[in-house]
C-alpha cells in the first residue's frame, strides 16, 4: 500500500470517527474526507470501490453532504455520469457546518429560554426565583455564544483575521454575568 492510501485510510478513519461531533454521520464524514483526500472527483462507484461501502449508504451519504454544501454534483457535458467535488475552501466548510448546526440546534434554545425566563418573573415563588436566575445565566451564556458565531458567519473579520483573534480575544475577556455587547461590537467594528 502507498503512503498516499496509508494516510488517506487513516483520515477517513479520523474524520469519520469526528463526524458526528459536527452532526454527520460518521458514514457521511468518511465520504466527504475520502472525496477531499482526492486530486479529482468521484462518481458514486468509485466511491463505493473506495470506501467498501454499500451504494445505498453512499447515495444517503452524498444527498446529506449536498444539503450541507460540503459536496457539488458535475456532470461532464453529453454524459449522465454525475461526479462529486468537495468543498476545499475549509473556512466555507466550517461556516456551513456552523451555520445549519445553530440554526437547528442553538437558536430554538435561545428561543426557548427567552419564552420561559418572562414565565418565572410572573410567579413570586423563591423556586421560580431560582429557576428564572439559572435560565438568565444560560440565556446569557448562549446569547454571547450566538453574537461570537453571528460574527464567525459574517465572515469579515474573521477574513481578515482568523479565527484565532476572536479565541484570543473570547480568552482575553473577563468573565461576566451577562453577554458583553461591547465585546461583540468591537469585534465586527475591527479593521
Known sequence: MSEVETVRQAFVQLWGSMGPFWGISPTTARVYSWLLSRAEPADADEIVQGLEMSR????????????????????????????????????KVIRNIVEIRKRREWDPVLESLREWIPLLEA??????????????????????????????LKGGLLGRFGLKMLVKAARDEPRHETPDEELVLQLEESP
Open 56 to 91: 445505498g449508504a453512499v447515495s444517503m451519504a452524498c444527498k446529506e453532504l449536498r444539503e450541507w454544501h460540503l459536496i457539488f454534483p458535475e456532470k461532464a457535458p453529453g454524459s449522465r455520469r454525475v461526479t462529486y467535488r468537495p468543498a476545499t475552501d475549509l473556512e
Open 123 to 152: 410567579d413570586p415563588s423563591p423556586e421560580a426565583e431560582v429557576f428564572r436566575e439559572r435560565l438568565e445565566s444560560l440565556e446569557s451564556l448562549v446569547a454571547l455564544t450566538d453574537s461570537m458565531v453571528n460574527v464567525f
